[in-house]
């Protein structure tokens, strides 16, 4: 079993729609979420930290469920320029502060 | 915000050669620094974590003789294949990081070196 899992999709969102997608993790002593936005053959970039509470940057809101052991991101109004794949991260309790990644979901912002 | 620089950005090489890949921490030290392979399609997956003036800590399954991490300053780590064979073919990423400890660290990442081997 994979430690983070996420849907691929891809996701086909109109422009101006509202995609949401979630991210499992197994690792119950995980203790920081993530998510990163990564272009084709590009670097993972940050996208936003993952708190309790949940959180909003502009038009994306990442919650944060610990019982259930799942991560969201909520992206509204969509923009063409949103089309990427997202990474769930989640960050080890270790010393090193190693981050573990799924392997994304595909996100197709269409005009 | 921190930059981080991989050079080259993509090589292409014969089965059974070494190539060399650095990772530069351009305006911040880092103690830490990461070194992931991206397969398609696949997340990106840990094979080292290097500490500066230490050897590296290998994930299980990734051959430390194989894929030898220098990180002789605090601005520098080198990940290098050595007898690269086409199954390295993949995209190398290195990440570092700008401070030890805190709850909210960032990890930067480099652009990546796309490895070819013929």
């Known amino acids: 079993r994979k430690e983070v899992e996420q849907d691929p999709g891809p996701f086909n969102v109109p422009e101006g729609a509202t995609v949401a997608f979630n991210c499992t993790y197994s690792?119950?002593?995980?203790?920081?979420f993530f998510w990163y936005r990564q272009d084709c053959r590009k670097e993972p970039k940050l996208l936003m930290s993952?708190?309790?509470s949940g959180n909003e940057d502009g038009r994306f809101t990442a919650q944060l469920n610990r019982a259930s052991q799942y991560i969201s991101l909520l992206i509204r109004d969509s923009k063409l320029s949103d089309s990427a794949t997202y990474l769930c991260?989640?960050?080890?309790?270790?010393?090193?502060?190693?981050?573990?990644f799924g392997a994304g979901t595909q996100v197709v912002v269409t005009p | 915000g921190a930059v981080v620089s991989q050079h080259p950005s993509r090589v292409i090489c014969k089965s059974g050669t070494s190539v060399k890949i650095e990772c530069r921490s351009l305006d911040f030290q880092a103690t830490t620094m990461f070194w992931y392979r991206q397969f398609p399609k696949q997340s990106l997956m840990l094979m080292a974590t290097?500490?500066?003036?230490?050897?590296?800590?290998?994930e299980q399954g990734v051959e430390k003789d194989k894929f030898l991490i220098n990180h002789a300053s605090l601005t520098l780590s080198t990940l290098t294949v050595t007898s690269a064979h086409p199954e390295d073919s993949s995209f190398y990423i290195c990440?570092?990081?700008?401070?030890?400890?805190?709850?909210?660290?960032?990890?930067?990442f480099g652009p990546g070196t796309r490895l070819l081997v013929l």
């Open positions: 990440s570092a990081r700008d401070r030890p400890g805190g709850l909210q660290e960032t990890q930067y």
């Open positions: 690792n119950s002593a995980s203790q920081s």
């Open positions: 290097s500490n500066e003036g230490s050897k590296a800590t290998y």
């Open positions: 991260v989640v960050r080890l309790t270790d010393s090193w502060g190693k981050l573990q």
């Open positions: 993952v708190y309790s």
